[in-house]
């Protein structure tokens, strides 16, 4: 049986990280599976020759956007700038291949480029959370879930920034020779066959601001100093010399989020630090963000994707 065919699509200014990642899952020889039909690698690019890769050094590709007409699988690790258009000879190449059968896959910015090419309408896709926001307004028709590591669509995957693409890559190789053939794959790598939650735990979760001396902006630096303890959103008005209704209405409009969600959103961003910095047991971290454990549990894992104690165990230095 032939081998399945990879054609992973290099550009100039590409981090090498993600090249190297799809290169050490499909591209090294791997006899000792003794699997039929295991992958053959080949970088491509628009233009074959030297591409200049993120710390300076280039590489060199041998093969122009013809291997996309063979390939069983074409994967795009990032694009050159998200800001920027995408080249129409590569997306009239990405929908032939997917119109031909091919499973196409993306990681981090390589979304833009699915995006573009239209193999994300209507689906449910993801990217580093960095760009969430920028690729949501950019294709409204694409439904974006800044939360998860990667989106397997059948056809058509999205995988989330960086570490994801060993996610996403591993899960390849679980889809096409199961979960025993994967965790062997991942052993050799040194690294987990599967992690637990999503880049929710890996994001940057800044805290909503209103401009100094502004009344909802006093409202939330006292609930800040005093995340321990209950707070109900008419002591907060009353901080604002505000109504209920005029402080809900207002600070919806400076933050985004009425203040109930981001009061606990502010206890479980709180909570994060606490677990990376101490080794007190969970009870006390819940008490110290002003929630019981079981709510501290339940809206940690809301937003974190991992419980409180995977959590630590990743990110307790």
Known sequence: MRHHRIACLAFDGMPPFELATVAEVFAVP???????????????????????????????????????????????????????????????ALRDACARGARVVSICGGAFALAAAGLLDGKEATTHWRYARLLQERHPEVKVDASVLYVDNGSVITAAGTAAGIDVCLHLVRTDHGADVATRVARRMVVASHREGGQAQFAEHPVGRAPAGDPIGNAMRYALDNLHRRLAVDELAGIAHLSVRQFERRFVDAIGSPPGRWITQQRIRAGAALLEAADQPIDAVAGRVGLTVAGFRRHFREAMGVSPSTYRRQFRP
């Open 30 to 92: 791997r006899p000792e599976l003794d699997v039929d039909r295991w992958y053959q690698f080949e970088l491509c690019a628009e233009t074959p020759g030297p591409h200049r890769v993120v710390g300076g050094f280039d590489i060199v590709v041998h093969h122009g956007l013809d291997r996309l007409r063979y390939a069983d699988t074409v994967i795009v690790p990032g694009v050159a700038d998200v800001r920027r258009p995408v080249s129409p000879t590569v997306l009239n």
